[in-house]
């Protein structure tokens, strides 16, 4: 498996925090085996369902580009803190290079 950035794993652990309120909203009236569609805010250009795991380090950080996204990332921080037991610092700026 080739090894990830921490870019990489960031952005998959936000859209997994994002996503698992979100999939609780799903009515029961669409077709139980029916694709549904991402409800990520902001909604990704594309996305694609596939397996694997992503592996949260405790020297991993939260890079936003600018201040109007700190809310969105300090809630990231409340919903892994308990999971993980990381208080994952919060940057803003440009994440590093992958």
Request: charged share 10%; hydrophobic share 50%; proline share 12%.
């Amino acid at each position: 498996m080739p090894k990830m950035s921490r870019k990489r794993p960031m952005i998959l652990a936000l859209a997994v925090a994002l996503t698992i309120p979100a999939m609780s909203a799903v009515t029961a009236s669409a077709a139980p085996d029916a694709p549904q569609p991402s409800q990520i805010v902001p909604k990704p250009v594309s996305t694609s369902v596939g397996q694997g795991q992503l592996t949260l380090e405790r020297g991993a950080r939260i890079v936003v580009q600018s201040a109007a996204a700190l809310p969105v990332a300090q809630a990231l921080v409340g919903y892994l803190r308990p999971a993980t037991g990381y208080a994952l610092p919060v940057a803003t700026g440009q994440p590093a290079a992958s």
